[in-house]
């Protein structure tokens, strides 16, 4: 046996070196096959490099492509365009000077005959529009308000032809939460047809007991006994009943009569008293201020009066003092027959002891005579 295996041995050996270098052999190969698979690698990831570049390229291609499109469809589109344009242009050179020659028709023309270009002329209606333009109110009984403490401009004229129209604003609170009226106007013509109809901002002023010309209330004590509050001032002195036996004094006077420095709502009436219950004073006038341009006839009313007192018996509040008008025509040369009409700023409570004072009217450009001085209280200051 030790024979047999000294005998067999050798050729282990050479079976083990020959799996040996065949272990070896196949190492090499898994090598060199890891080697080779990273070539590969490397070769697709430069490949894929490739095709990205080119697919980037094919993109760029098609943008710079889709831009010159674009492009030469707004080349084609401005044509188009431009001429849009050109004629929005045109349309609106063409209304301006449609404007133009119709603001030079106005000159010159007397309120009539502006109606009645205005009402049979259809360049008037389709170039111009009623409330902005001018204003031209045909319905009777009509409330028109327009906006308060700004100026309603209206360049073609303002109209009130109804029966018993009334133009006036939508009074605002003031910083101290007084609500008042200041009507501003500026038209080329102003008309007011009817004896019945009116500009008023009357009892838009200063309430019971309030404003620079107040009334003062009454300092009775007795509430078995009725007192009156004093009437409002402005133009002239509020009134008064028997300051003795408790009644309130009238206010006095402030402002100025030109208008232009100052113009002023009238003044609160003060507190009056029916056996202990309150009777509030009148409230005062608002402001009215009217710009023409070519031809004013008033042949209905314009006023800012002062309110009458709260009135019971033998007390009461005293009445609102009257506000502000102030009338000017800027084109006095133009010899139109201008009509100023009736122009009130009376106080409230006329009659009583407790009145209140007037309010202040201005009139410029405007020559009056004798009978247009009895239609205006109170007197106006006039400068022509």
Same mark, same amino acid.
């Given at each position: 046996?030790?024979?047999?295996?000294?005998?067999?041995? +050798?050729?282990?050996?050479?079976?083990?070196?020959?799996?040996?270098?065949?272990?070896?052999?196949?190492?090499?190969?898994?090598?060199?096959?890891?080697?080779?698979?990273?070539?590969?690698?490397?070769?697709?990831?430069?490949?894929?490099?490739?095709?990205?570049?080119?697919?980037?390229?094919?993109?760029?291609?098609?943008?710079?492509?889709?831009?010159?499109?674009?492009?030469?469809?707004?080349?084609?589109?401005?044509?188009?365009?431009?001429?849009?344009?050109?004629?929005?242009?045109?349309?609106?050179?063409?209304?301006?000077?449609?404007?133009?020659?119709?603001?030079?028709?106005?000159?010159?023309?007397?309120?009539?005959?502006?109606?009645?270009?205005?009402?049979?002329?259809?360049?008037?209606?389709?170039?111009?529009?009623?409330?902005?333009?001018?204003?031209?109110?045909?319905?009777?009984?009509?409330?028109?308000?327009?906006?308060?403490?700004?100026?309603?401009?209206?360049?073609?004229?303002?109209?009130?032809?109804?029966?018993?129209?009334?133009?006036?604003?939508? +009074?605002?609170?003031?910083?101290?939460?007084?609500?008042?009226?200041?009507?501003?106007?500026?038209?080329?013509?102003?008309?007011?047809?009817?004896?019945?109809?009116?500009?008023?901002?009357?009892?838009?002023?200063?309430?019971?007991?309030?404003?620079?010309?107040?009334?003062?209330?009454?300092?009775?004590?007795?509430?078995?006994?009725?007192?009156?509050?004093?009437?409002?001032?402005?133009?002239?002195?509020?009134?008064?009943?028997?300051? +003795?036996?408790?009644?309130?004094?009238?206010?006095?006077?402030?402002?100025?009569?030109?208008?232009?420095?100052?113009?002023?709502?009238?003044?609160?009436?003060?507190?009056?008293?029916?056996?202990?219950?309150?009777?509030?004073?009148?409230?005062?006038?608002?402001?009215?201020?009217?710009?023409?341009?070519?031809?004013?006839?008033?042949?209905?009313?314009?006023?800012?009066?002062?309110?009458?007192?709260?009135?019971?018996?033998?007390?009461?509040?005293?009445?609102?003092?009257?506000?502000?008008?102030?009338?000017?025509?800027?084109?006095?040369?133009?010899?139109?027959?201008?009509?100023?009409?009736?122009?009130?700023?009376?106080?409230?409570?006329?009659?009583?002891?407790?009145?209140?004072?007037?309010?202040?009217?201005?009139?410029?450009?405007?020559?009056?005579?004798?009978?247009?001085?009895?239609?205006?209280?109170?007197? +106006?200051?006039?400068?022509?």
């Amino acid at each position: 046996m030790v024979a047999q295996a000294k005998t067999e041995l +050798p050729k282990k050996n050479e079976e083990l070196k020959k799996l040996a270098e065949s272990i070896e052999q196949k190492d090499r190969q898994i090598t060199e096959l890891q080697q080779r698979l990273k070539e590969v690698e490397a070769e697709n990831e430069s490949f894929l490099q490739i095709i990205e570049a080119s697919l980037e390229e094919q993109d760029k291609a098609k943008e710079e492509e889709e831009e010159e499109d674009n492009e030469e469809e707004k080349q084609d589109e401005e044509p188009g365009l431009r001429e849009a344009v050109s004629e929005s242009n045109i349309a609106i050179v063409e209304h301006e000077a449609e404007r133009s020659n119709l603001e030079e028709m106005i000159i010159n023309k007397t309120c009539k005959d502006m109606v009645n270009v205005m009402l049979q002329s259809e360049i008037f209606s389709v170039t111009l529009r009623n409330g902005v333009d001018f204003l031209l109110v045909n319905e009777d009984r009509k409330i028109t308000r327009l906006q308060n403490a700004k100026l309603n401009e209206y360049k073609f004229g303002v109209y009130l032809l109804g029966e018993a129209n009334v133009l006036t604003v939508d +009074p605002d609170k003031d910083a101290h939460g007084d609500i008042l009226g200041h009507l501003k106007i500026k038209a080329s013509h102003l008309w007011i047809k009817h004896p019945k109809s009116t500009i008023d901002c009357s009892e838009l002023g200063y309430p019971s007991d309030r404003g620079r010309g107040a009334g003062e209330q009454f300092t009775g004590t007795d509430h078995s006994k009725s007192y009156f509050g004093g009437g409002g001032g402005y133009g002239s002195r509020g009134g008064n009943d028997d300051l +003795p036996l408790g009644n309130g004094r009238g206010g006095g006077i402030y402002g100025e009569q030109t208008l232009f420095t100052h113009i002023r709502c009238g003044s609160g009436g003060g507190s009056g008293s029916y056996r202990g219950r309150i009777l509030r004073g009148g409230r005062g006038g608002g402001i009215i201020e009217l710009i023409i341009d070519q031809h004013f006839i008033n042949h209905g009313t314009i006023k800012c009066c002062g309110a009458f007192g709260e009135h019971i018996w033998d007390g009461g509040g005293g009445g609102g003092s009257g506000g502000s008008i102030l009338i000017q025509v800027l084109s006095p040369a133009n010899k139109l027959q201008n009509v100023i009409g009736a122009v009130s700023c009376n106080g409230g409570n006329q009659g009583y002891r407790n009145e209140g004072g007037s309010g202040r009217i201005a009139i410029y450009n405007i020559t009056l005579s004798t009978e247009d001085l009895a239609l205006i209280d109170p007197a +106006p200051f006039n400068l022509t």
